[in-house]
DNA sequence: GCTATCCTATGACGACCGTTATAGCCAGTG
DNA sequence: CACTGGCTATAACGGTCGTCATAGGATAGC
């Protein structure tokens, strides 16, 4: 269906140009669309549809995260660096998360801030809740969930800006060592 | 001077909305000087201004970061925070960080990119040289530094789409307490 | 007083934006 | 066959954008 490729590439030019300079005459350009479908599909208009692209990349990473936390919390971890990884290295330092882009730009979309509040929520839980099954108390897992979070997308942008993966690799090598750290503090 | 006055007005709305939302005319009228001075000051157009608003920033982060660093690393990391957490305090968490929306948005900013990687840098080189002089390693030093930074930037976004205090509270609890432990190991 | 220089003031340019309206196509159902 | 509803196609709306050009005013040095 032409209505997901629609928020698809929403979701891509979102993460690369940030949702101010995401227009919906080009997204719908890029999937193949004509303009007035995208407000067939999207009565909301930019808002529902910047939404509805906050929602397919929560998804998107919460499956990843909640397969590989199944192997304990530091393979998430890694696999969640990893993604971050790869989005960088695949588009030359030009992409980074869309659900941070609608975070930053403060422009009258309430829908898309609220779904990217809850993006960040539904990561940080499912993080927090593996680190809690591996003996880490209730609370310090929330924060080390939400320093996790925090830090990858920080690095990502520190990446984007420098053109480098170092600062990634800075930041994960630190988490990696903490989080081994903790989780043997509590076996 | 009004020139100056340019440029922090500037700064001040990409911190709020970003930097394609900012728009020159806007910035001249709150500045109370007419478009046509702005690229009598600033002929390189908005590439030239938002770069010198990024270079700004980073100065005002930097003098503080200095001076708040030779208390020691610890006073330094906690003065940062803090000043994070008055940004989104004063601002009902509607403003951010002016180099961190300068690197999300990828439009044709060469000039305002280089400078938002600069300030990184910066900031960085900073802490980590504070770091050093009080017994962490180098390369240690230089990786918990861009941590600190990324986790703080990172978590100002998180604060922002949850409009509360906590993400930033929880990251600077659990970086407080690794700079501790990691001094202390050294000392 | 004269002039050169810095800055103001104003308006225009083409381009793109989000959104809406309207008319037409083209299935599938009865 | 008729017809209805989902989607296309196209054009237009008012508005804002970055940028540029040009003319006016002030101010400082001579």
């Known amino acids: 269906m032409s209505r997901q490729q629609i928020v698809a590439g929403a979701a891509d030019m979102m993460r690369r140009r940030g949702l101010n300079a ?81 975070a930053v730009e403060e422009a009258d979309h309430p829908e898309a801030l609220k779904a990217s509040a809850e993006a960040f929520r539904a990561w940080s839980k499912q993080l927090a809740a593996s680190l809690a099954e591996h003996g880490v108390g209730a609370r310090r897992a929330a924060q080390l969930a939400t320093l996790l979070i925090a830090s990858a997308e920080g690095a990502v942008v520190m990446c984007r800006a420098q053109r480098s993966i170092q600062p990634l690799d800075d930041v994960a090598a630190e988490l990696t060592a903490l989080l081994e750290a903790t989780i043997a503090a509590r076996t």
């Open 22 to 102: 995401t227009s919906i005459r080009e997204v719908a350009k890029h999937a193949g669309t004509p303009l007035g479908s995208t407000y067939h599909y999207f009565p909301g208009g930019k808002d529902q549809l910047a939404a509805e692209a906050v929602r397919l990349s929560e998804e998107i990473v919460a499956t990843l995260l909640a397969e590989k936390l199944r192997q304990g919390p530091a393979e998430g971890v890694a696999a969640f660096f990893a993604l971050w990884r790869e989005v960088l290295a695949g588009t030359e330092f030009k992409a980074g998360c869309p659900v941070l882009a609608v």
